[in-house]
């Protein structure tokens, strides 16, 4: 009786570890908290600086020579251990954000992701009236930067009942520059 009891108390704290174990690797699955991290990043912002907003150093996964002493350096921090749920920024030596961008949604979502509401959408509309029209802020996954401080900002409206189904724009300093459906 005596082993049982010690062999069934192995067991359950070898399950309970396993579980916690299990709970802390996915410990920065918070894809709330990364999309707002995601937010703060503006493009006054250097490599230091975003490390220190995200809490942990970026992946180096590439450096290109841009010649001129120049290097462009992309990192990428890792959300949800297995998945393809990440940020990554791009930076001029750096010091110069160049891009920004996420793999992963914000979690809003229309109901007027449709044919006629797209085709309402033309080049030239303000991102204020497409919201409107859609009526939801959208995802901004994107954004690019260059030194005039001039920016091209990437959202998706997507479909609450279909998430697959979305309405992609992008603006260029607040203009729609490209529209594009999934649907």
């Known amino acids: ?89 791009w930076f001029q030596n750096d010091e110069i954000l160049q891009l920004k961008v996420k793999y992963f949604p914000n979690n809003s979502c229309t109901n007027n992701v449709n044919q006629s509401n797209y085709s309402s959408i033309s080049v030239g509309d303000s991102y204020e009236s497409i919201s409107s029209l ?13 030194q005039n401080n001039i920016q091209i900002n990437y959202y998706r409206w997507y479909n609450c009942s279909v998430n697959s189904n979305y309405i992609e724009v992008w603006f260029n300093n607040g203009s729609a520059s490209l529209i594009i459906k999934s649907f």
């Open 1 to 89: 009786m005596r082993k049982l009891l010690l062999l069934s108390a192995l067991l359950i704290f070898a399950c309970s570890s396993d579980e916690s174990s299990t709970d802390s690797n996915n410990s920065n699955c918070d894809l709330d908290n990364a999309n707002l991290k995601f937010n703060q990043i503006n493009f006054n912002m250097n490599y230091s600086q975003v490390a220190n907003l995200m809490e942990v150093d970026g992946n180096n996964f590439r450096t290109d020579n841009l010649g001129l002493d120049n290097v462009m350096k992309f990192y990428s921090w890792e959300y949800c251990d297995g998945g393809n749920n990440r940020i990554e920024c």
């Open 134 to 146: 859609l009526d939801d802020q959208g995802d901004n996954f994107r954004t690019d930067y260059n």
